[in-house]
């Protein structure tokens, strides 16, 4: 008898938050693969199940994915689990969901919890498109030329952040996208849920108020016009970024005021081009 690959989604906080399906076949599992064992070990306590469990996660899954493989090989029946949600978003569950599939072993999805249709479910904003990016770049630049890139699709970005992170990621998007409507929601079914929706700025000052914890998400309404149709006097540009060069070059001021204003580069330039350069150096 050939074995099966189960990918199963969990809880991502409320513990009943599981299918009845969900709990028959971690109940008949010969092994659970779990992204983290501590997180999976409360879950399986709670609705008394006894299966083997092993780690499989970013840093041992090259190690684990024979062993993996040899109980399927024995017709094995194997649930991949993530720490909460559904295993193959913004975790390491694809490599071992492919190597099954490339050896001929049925994978066979146990639907349930997920934060991002969660998040999108009660955010409140029109998100009939949107592109989900997992968690954002950690480096400035980086992150701020992915948002930029994302508004100018003109479509709306769903994307998962830490607390340490986001102060930062709130500071990127209000740079690039300071009119964007946003939703930050936060423990999402457990005792602290917690919406905020607002501009960037808004919500950055709220969450300086008060710094919170858990695990978050951001949700960002579609710009329709992709910043691309924003119009501004010359005047308008040019005073932004004579205020802006009392802290820098002018040729640092002309790209930080293309991307507060949310229009290309080259406007400001021909805009500001008979200004002489001064105020910071370097």
């Known amino acids: 008898m050939a074995g099966e690959l189960y990918v199963c989604a969990t809880p991502i906080g409320n513990l009943e938050d599981i299918t009845l399906r969900a709990l028959r076949i971690l109940g008949e599992a010969h092994l659970i693969a779990a992204e983290d064992t501590q997180r999976t070990r409360v879950l399986l306590a709670h609705y008394d199940i006894a299966a083997p469990l092993i780690s499989y996660n970013e840093h041992n899954r090259k190690q684990r994915l024979p062993v993996i493989m040899e109980k399927l090989k024995e017709g094995g029946k194997v649930v991949l689990v993530s720490d909460a949600g559904t295993p193959g978003i913004a975790d390491p569950g694809p490599m071992l969901v492919a190597e099954a599939r490339k050896r001929g072993f049925p994978v066979i999805p146990l639907p ?3 934060a991002l249709s969660t998040a999108l479910s009660i955010c409140g904003l029109g998100m009939t498109q949107f592109t989900f ?4 770049p950690r480096r400035a630049g980086e992150r701020e030329r992915l948002l930029m890139e994302l508004r100018q699709s003109g479509r709306g970005v769903v994307c998962y952040e830490s607390p340490h992170r986001i102060e930062a990621a709130l500071a990127s998007l209000a740079k690039v996208w300071p009119d964007a409507k946003v939703a930050f929601l936060r423990e999402l079914t457990k005792i602290y849920e917690e919406v905020l929706v607002g501009s960037p ?3 950055a000052a709220e ?30 540009i040019r005073e932004k970024v004579v205020v802006l060069m009392e802290v820098m070059d ?27 350069g001064r105020g910071k150096m370097g």
């Open 112 to 114: 349930g919890p997920s």
């Open 207 to 236: 969450l300086k108020a008060r710094p919170r914890r858990g695990e978050m998400v951001l949700v960002i309404e579609g710009d329709r016009d992709g910043g691309q149709e924003r119009t501004f006097s010359q005047e308008q």
């Open 133 to 136: 990016t997992g968690f954002l």
């Open 250 to 276: 002018k040729k640092q001021a002309i790209k930080e005021a293309a991307a507060e204003l949310g229009i290309p580069k080259r406007i400001v330039y021909r805009a500001v081009i008979d200004l002489p």
């Open 201 to 203: 700025g808004q919500i």
